[in-house]
């Protein structure tokens, strides 16, 4: 009987030892990674060119006197198509 007492108590802390190792540990707070945050997106007005209709971002095209937007200056002397 002292024997089933014994091999009992041992298992159980050969279960505690084991079982510590596979737990899972949590970091402290200090290191955890913060939760990405939304971004807010930055909208990009994007006009066509008139010349060829390929569309490109305001502050990358050039304009004629009358305003409207080409991709190059060459579209540009070329004109509206």
């Known amino acids: 009987m002292k024997y089933l007492v014994l091999l009992l108590i041992l298992a159980v802390v050969v279960g505690w030892f084991f079982?510590?190792?596979r737990r899972k540990v949590e970091p402290p707070a200090s290191t955890k990674a913060?939760?990405?945050e939304e971004v807010p997106q930055k909208r990009i007005?994007?006009?066509a060119c008139a010349?060829?209709?390929v569309h490109l971002p305001r502050s990358e095209a050039a304009f004629d006197v009358a305003g409207r937007p080409f991709c190059?200056?060459?579209?540009r002397v070329a004109g509206p198509n």
Do not use: S, V
């Open 51 to 53: 010349h060829c209709g």
């Open 45 to 47: 007005e994007m006009l």
């Open 34 to 36: 913060a939760p990405p």
């Open 19 to 21: 079982g510590r190792g």
């Open 72 to 75: 190059t200056p060459e579209h």
